[in-house]
């Protein structure tokens, strides 16, 4: 049944994503590939959308693959999954382990953690990157390949360094009609 | 406790997560503006207390924030009706959003300016990466443990999951030895 499905691979994805957000990434790929309720393409489109909607990336996505994967009850199940492990992890840290993060044990598994996390993500978004950049014709996508990396040479210019996501969306949205891409 | 505590929980959360984009790190001004500004329900030590635990847990930063500060407020029905508030808004945006964009995808410009969308994603996402490494690749044991996951990750079969905790057990294995050796000090 899709919705024990959906809550079992989320339930998964809500205990083993640390780090937040994009750390959910390296799963919802691996999702992808293993059932088809949404392909590369429509990760890439969630993602676009999951960055520019109000709300947590991590929570965003997994509505949007839920939905995707089996209507609103999908989005439901698939949302209440990813958050039923903090909840219990987070409720057990605030009742019994006051210092948690200071911690000298905790600290070493997560300085484990951290960079394997950072390769993941890293991976994964190279995986996005052949999907956006790349056309289905093997060919490279000039049109966005020339806009992430003058999006990106921008974003490391300081007065522009903390402009809303979302501005360079709408703009790249704009460039996008105008070009046609 | 009652549940006027917890509706105003559930509300409070309901207007971070409404309100604010992006998640994690951009979130906190957002938190302190609510729970200890406006709130008085934690201090700034405590939030950023309560950062650093989400940040070393699984899941997602900002519901982790929301569980613990609820739970503190009103117990485990305080912690699940902050959550609550704090998932509601991306339930319903998310979903009103999915829906018009299956009808909106056929659209020709829809497209362009998607296309358009989709690689200044890219650029974000190069940025998050360089941000994330610049954190957690501190030292060369770092950066080892980085160049192993990444290469099991592209070629390998190993699963995404192995490999979070292989890392995790690697961490505690690495500080078990340390101690062992006797060489103090708590710095991986």
Not at chain 1, 58 to 78: Q, W
Request: glycine share 10%.
């Amino acid at each position: 049944m899709i919705f024990l499905r959906l809550f079992w691979e989320f339930f998964k994805i809500g205990l083993f994503a640390v780090g937040g957000g994009p750390a959910t990434l390296p799963f919802l790929m691996d999702l992808a590939g293993k059932y088809d309720w949404y392909t590369l393409e429509d990760l890439a489109d969630m993602v676009a959308v999951a960055e520019s909607t109000p709300g947590p990336i991590g929570v965003n996505m997994a509505t949007y693959a839920g939905f995707r994967a089996a209507g609103i009850p999908g989005g439901l199940a698939a949302t209440l999954a990813l958050v039923l492990p903090s909840v219990v992890i987070m409720i057990l840290i605030a009742k019994f382990l006051g210092n948690f993060s200071e911690n000298a044990m905790v600290k070493a598994v997560f300085s484990g953690v951290r960079p394997a996390v950072t390769a993941l993500i890293a991976t994964a978004i190279w995986g996005l990157f052949k999907v956006v950049l790349v056309t289905e014709e093997g060919k490279v996508a000039m049109g966005p390949l020339l806009l992430c990396v003058a999006v990106f040479v921008l974003m490391q210019i300081k007065p522009l360094k903390k402009l809303h996501p979302a501005v360079w969306m709408l703009a790249a949205a704009a460039v996008g009609m105008v070009f046609r891409l | 406790m009652q549940w006027r505590d917890l509706g105003e929980l559930y509300l409070t959360f309901f207007r971070i997560g409404g309100l604010t984009f992006g998640g994690g790190l951009t979130m906190l001004p957002m938190f302190k503006h609510e729970l200890v500004l406006k709130k008085n329900w934690v201090s700034e030590d405590e939030l950023l207390d309560c950062y650093a635990i989400g940040q070393c847990t699984p899941g997602v930063i900002a519901v982790n924030t929301a569980t613990f500060v609820g739970y503190k407020r009103a117990g485990v029905a305080g912690g699940i009706a902050s959550t609550l508030g704090m998932i509601s808004p991306s339930l319903a945006l998310i979903t009103l959003i999915a829906s018009f964009f299956q009808a909106l995808v056929e659209n020709v410009w829809f497209q362009h300016a998607m296309t358009g969308i989709k690689g200044v994603v890219c650029a974000l996402m190069l940025n998050t990466v360089i941000t994330l490494a610049r954190k957690s690749l501190v030292n060369l044991v770092c950066v080892a443990v980085c160049a192993a996951a990444l290469v099991s990750a592209l070629f390998t079969p190993v699963p995404t999951i192995a490999i979070v905790v292989l890392a995790g057990l690697f961490g505690a294995a690495a500080e078990l030895w340390r101690r062992r050796a006797g060489r103090g000090g708590h710095k991986v």
